[in-house]
C-alpha cells in the first residue's frame, strides 16, 4: 500500500482537471490536505467575479485528497458550500481540510478556503471509504 502522504501527488498526477486550474499540494498528512491556487482571467464570470465553480473545486480537491489519505479509495457523496467573499483575478487560494471524522466506513470533513487569512468559503463533505486499497 502507498504511503498516506504520496496519495494526493498520485491523485494529481491523473487530475487533468486540477492540474488545468493550477492546483499546488502545499501541505499533506494524514487525514489533511492543504492546496493552493491562483485564480486566472478564464475563471472569472459576467461579473469579472471568480465563477463560483472554482472555490468549489478548489475546496473538494482538498477534500478528495485529504479523504484519501487514510489509504483507501475514498469516494464522495455529499457535498455542499457557502461562499463568504466574492473573488477576483489574481487571488491566491488555499484550501485546507481542517476536520477529518471517520465513522467506520463514512468520513466527514470541513474545508476552509481562505484568501490570505481571511476565510472566503466553507465546503463540506461525506465520503465513503471503498475496501480498495491505493497501490504505488
Given amino acids: 500500500m502507498i504511503k498516506s502522504e504520496k496519495i494526493p501527488n498520485k491523485m494529481l498526477s491523473q487530475d487533468a482537471f486540477s492540474q488545468w486550474l493550477g492546483i499546488e499540494?502545499?501541505?499533506?498528512?494524514?487525514?489533511?490536505?492543504?492546496?493552493?491556487m491562483t485564480i486566472r482571467k478564464e475563471m472569472l464570470n459576467s461579473m469579472s467575479k471568480a465563477h463560483?465553480?472554482?472555490?468549489?473545486?478548489?475546496?473538494?480537491?482538498a477534500f478528495g485528497f485529504s479523504a484519501n489519505t487514510h489509504g483507501k479509495y475514498a469516494v464522495s457523496i455529499e457535498t455542499s458550500i457557502n461562499h463568504i467573499e466574492a473573488l477576483e483575478e489574481g487571488d491566491y487560494l488555499t484550501a485546507e481540510a481542517t476536520?477529518?471524522?471517520t465513522k467506520t466506513k463514512v468520513g466527514f470533513n470541513i474545508v476552509e478556503v481562505k484568501r490570505g487569512d481571511d476565510i472566503v468559503?466553507?465546503?463540506?463533505?461525506?465520503?465513503?471509504?471503498?475496501s480498495k486499497d491505493w497501490e504505488e
Wanted: overall charge positive; aromatic content about 8%.
Fill in 121 to 130: 468559503a466553507l465546503f463540506k463533505g461525506v465520503v465513503y471509504r471503498t
Fill in 52 to 61: 463560483g465553480g472554482i472555490s468549489y473545486s478548489l475546496a473538494d480537491t
Fill in 99 to 101: 476536520v477529518d471524522i
Fill in 25 to 36: 499540494i502545499i501541505e499533506v498528512e494524514k487525514g489533511r490536505c492543504k492546496v493552493g
